[in-house]
Nanobody, 120 residues
Framework: QVQLVESGGGLVQTGGSLRLSCARSGSIFSINAMGWYRQAPGKQRELVAVITSGGSINYHDSVKGRFTISRDNAKDTMYLQMNSLKPEDTAVYYC??????????????WGQGTQVTVSS
C-alpha cells in the first residue's frame, strides 16, 4: 500500500520561506508523478507544482519564480521550497502521487495535508 507523509508546514510572515517534504512509501519502480496541491477555505483544490519520474516539472502561474519542486528518488521523497510567501499562499497543502505504469497504474494517493499560514 502506498502512503504519503507530509511535513514542514507552519506559520510564516509575508516574504518568508518554508520547505515542505513528502515521503512516499510502499511504491515500486514505475512511471509516476508527484505533486503538491493546495486548498484554501472556500476554494477548490488546485495544483501548485508537479514533477514526474522523468524529471518534467510544471508550476501554477501564481508560484512561478517563488516555489521550487524537487525529488530525491533514492529517498522517494518530494520537496517544495516556498520563498517570498504571500498571504494568498495560505492553504492546506496536500501531497499527491499518481502512477502510470506497473501494478499501481491508474491509481492516485493523497497525503493528510499540512497547513501553511502566511501572515501579513
Amino acid at each position: 500500500q502506498v502512503q504519503l507523509v507530509e511535513s514542514g508546514g507552519g506559520l510564516v510572515q509575508t516574504g518568508g520561506s518554508l520547505r515542505l517534504s513528502c515521503a512516499r512509501s510502499g511504491s515500486i519502480f514505475s512511471i509516476n508523478a508527484m505533486g503538491w496541491y493546495r486548498q484554501a477555505p472556500g476554494k477548490q483544490r488546485e495544483l501548485v507544482a508537479v514533477i514526474t519520474s522523468g524529471g518534467s516539472i510544471n508550476y501554477h502561474d501564481s508560484v512561478k519564480g517563488r516555489f521550487t519542486i524537487s525529488r530525491d528518488n533514492a529517498k522517494d521523497t518530494m520537496y517544495l521550497q516556498m520563498n517570498s510567501l504571500k498571504p494568498e499562499d495560505t492553504a492546506v497543502y496536500y501531497c499527491n502521487t499518481e502512477f502510470y505504469s506497473g501494478v499501481y497504474a491508474g491509481r492516485a494517493y493523497w497525503g493528510q495535508g499540512t497547513q501553511v499560514t502566511v501572515s501579513s
